[in-house]
């Protein structure tokens, strides 16, 4: 471990932990209890051809008995990507769920947000897009500050209007133009 500056040529100060073969090895923090029961932290150029390096944390799973394992759970990439769940992200965030479907992106409000059926999960299963609501209310999308299409919890969706009569309500303008085939 060395102390002294992050980036020679900055102001930035601290702790600095270095590969000193400048190689593409691990380097991160670890924590454990009892030196076993590992999480951690650790940084890794990926290449000793190029600059680039990420950022990548560890837990240890619940279900092995194993006591020095640790899988790798979120990574920061060297675009800036995180990828959770995946050790190549393709996009800003990237996140892969397991195959059978439970790999949601689950929002909650910290009022609701205790319980296992409260808020909104948002995820994607055999070729579908699924976005459930858990409240039982509607589900209702925005343009800027208007609300343009709502999904009532009586199953009626309204567009152009908030309060749907009908199983599809659409108020405003309309028009539809068919082509001949």
């Known amino acids: 471990i060395v102390g002294g500056n992050a980036i ?10 270095t590969n000193s073969t400048n190689d593409t090895s691990s380097v991160g923090v670890w924590f454990g209890t009892g030196g076993s029961h590992w999480s951690g932290i650790s940084g890794q150029r990926l290449s000793t051809s190029t ?3 990420d950022l990548r944390f560890y837990t240890h799973e619940d279900t092995t ?3 020095t394992y640790t899988s790798e759970r979120m990574r920061i990439a060297t675009s800036g990507s995180v990828g959770i769940g995946t050790t190549a992200p393709q996009s800003l965030l990237h996140v892969n769920g397991p195959a059978d479907g439970t790999g949601y992106l ?9 319980g296992g059926g409260d808020g909104m999960r948002l995820g994607y299963n055999s070729g579908e897009l699924r976005l459930q609501n858990f409240e039982n209310s ?3 999308f925005f343009l800027q500050t208007t609300e343009r299409v709502t999904f009532k919890s009586d199953g ?3 567009i152009g209007t908030t309060a749907p ?4 309500h659409v108020e405003g303008n309309t028009s539809s133009t068919h082509t001949a085939l």
Not at 8 to 17: D, F, H, R, V, Y
Not at 165 to 168: E, G, I, S, V, Y
């Open 8 to 17: 020679k040529s900055s102001t930035m100060k601290g702790l600095s932990i």
């Open 51 to 53: 600059w680039g390096t």
């Open 65 to 67: 008995q194993n006591l």
């Open 106 to 114: 689950k929002i909650t409000d910290s009022v609701t947000g205790a």
């Open 138 to 140: 509607d589900i209702a």
């Open 156 to 158: 009626n969706v309204g």
């Open 165 to 168: 009569a009908t199983n599809l």
